[in-house]
């Protein structure tokens, strides 16, 4: 595959980033601070967010899997979902001057919109992975330059977005939200259609028959028992997801965690900043490494090496505790090259549970598939939040107090003792996992003969 078709699909995922991770860093901030909405309302619209966007995936690539263009199936859907989603950026940072309930609709309703924005690009462009290339190799190549994107557009927002906030609001954050997020938003808008430009997908040999899609839109109940029996029967797709579900959650868990570690342990909230600009910084660098162990030796090499590195940064930090925002960073670093392997393969192993199915039961489902592991990945993140503020409460943390030296102890078994457990289940998974380079050269052999 030339490296400009590379390119053009990862640039894909840069824009959407750009958003994505300007909700995650500001988006309580802004709807606390700048809004003026209940700390506890805006956490209810930042998890019902969450929740829709989690249950939207799988809508989305269900319907992603029944489209038939001209463009292909998933191109479609970036073609005309970037001018969509930018103009949700802008409305998800727009302030609401009105009566309570007035601004707390509005933005749960504008939330609402961005987190379906983004999946209606987002979704397509994952599950078009599988549409673009079979090769194993391949994949994996495509995977480590769209994860190069991602932390790249996660890089512009630590060092970027807030400032573009100071410099377009001159004093004021309710006007310079917005305008910051317009400027990423249409940025998002334009990588995504550059990615449309860019990228093919292959002819649709071997498709389901028309006249079979025609019957299974006037019997959907009975289409939606086959796509479940089809899931249920894939051994490769449910250890992932599985796998998705321990890592994500306890991922988003321990990331939650880091700015209660900078502000309640370190003493300066900011150096959240300099935790997850080095983060950043790591999982850039350390890209090659997990492209280069992946193309030696295998994926699942990659998803237990990165998960068990994970761990061991997480465990140096309950043991050393540092007291120093280098020291802390270097191991969150550690940290972080050891999640970046997992965040790097487990699309490209996505990919691989599509063919494996379509092996065991003769029917492909890119979309539904990419969606339910998202889904896995979205929700696993929420519920794990939701948890993380309840266990906050019961060790007897209260906000803006100081900590007690128990309380202390508590969030670092909380914040990393907890999330290594869960990260060493995920790894234990890929025992019983398929799909090897051998045995996936035979299958798509297989299919092609068939």
Not at 203 to 225: I, M, V, Y
Not at 235 to 260: H, I, N, P, Q, S
Request: proline share 4%; net charge positive; charged share 15%.
């Amino acid at each position: 595959m030339p490296v400009s078709t590379k390119l053009g699909y990862g640039i894909g995922i840069f824009g959407p980033m750009l958003g994505w991770v300007a909700a995650t860093q500001y988006l309580m901030y802004f709807y606390t601070d700048v809004a003026g909405i209940d700390p506890a309302r805006a956490g209810l619209i930042f998890m019902l967010g969450m929740v829709w966007d989690a249950i939207s995936d799988p809508l989305i690539g269900t319907f992603a899997d029944k489209t038939r263009t001209r463009w292909g199936k998933y191109r479609p859907y970036l073609l005309f979902g970037a001018v969509p989603f930018a103009l949700s950026v802008f409305l998800v940072f727009t302030p609401y001057w009105g009566s309570e309930a007035g601004i707390f609709w509005f933005a749960l309703i504008t939330c609402l919109l961005f987190r379906t924005g983004y999946t209606v690009v987002y979704m397509p462009y994952t599950a078009m992975i599988a549409r673009m290339t079979t090769s194993y190799d391949v994949r994996t190549s495509l995977t480590a330059v769209k994860t190069a994107f991602v932390f790249a557009g996660n890089l512009v927002v630590s060092f970027g977005f807030y400032s573009l906030v100071l410099f377009f609001g001159a004093g004021s954050e309710a006007r310079g939200f917005p305008l910051a997020a317009l400027v990423i938003g249409l940025f998002g808008a334009i990588t995504t259609l550059i990615c449309f430009a860019q990228t093919r997908e292959a002819p649709e040999d071997g498709e389901t028959p028309a006249g079979q899609l025609a019957a299974d839109r006037r019997s959907n109940l009975k289409a939606l028992f086959r796509v479940f029996a089809d899931l249920a029967g894939n051994r490769a797709f449910l250890l992932l997801f599985f796998g998705v579900c321990l890592f994500g959650g306890f991922y988003g868990l321990e990331l939650a965690m880091t700015a209660y570690f900078a502000k309640y342990w370190l003493g300066d909230a900011g150096h959240t900043r300099t935790i997850f600009t080095v983060q950043a910084l790591t999982s850039l660098a350390s890209i090659p490494l997990w492209l280069w162990l992946a193309k030696v030796h295998s994926k699942t090499l990659v998803w237990v090496s990165g998960i068990l590195l994970a761990t061991f940064g997480l465990v140096l930090v309950f043991l050393l505790r540092p007291t120093s925002v280098e020291a802390l960073s270097a191991l969150y670093a550690v940290k972080n090259a050891g999640a970046t392997g997992f965040i790097m393969i487990f699309y490209a192993m996505t990919a691989d549970t599509v063919d494996w199915g379509e092996w065991v039961r003769g029917r492909r489902h890119e979309g539904v598939i990419f969606g339910a592991i998202s889904f896995a990945n979205k929700f696993s993140a929420g519920v794990a939040t939701g948890v993380l503020g309840l266990t906050l409460s019961l060790i007897g943390f209260v906000a803006n107090e100081n900590p007690s030296a128990g309380v202390i102890d508590g969030m670092f078994v909380v914040g990393t003792l907890v999330p290594a457990i869960g990260f060493c289940l995920a790894a234990l998974l890929m025992r019983w996992y398929p799909v090897t380079r051998d045995r996936h050269a035979q299958l798509i052999a297989e299919v092609e003969a068939r």
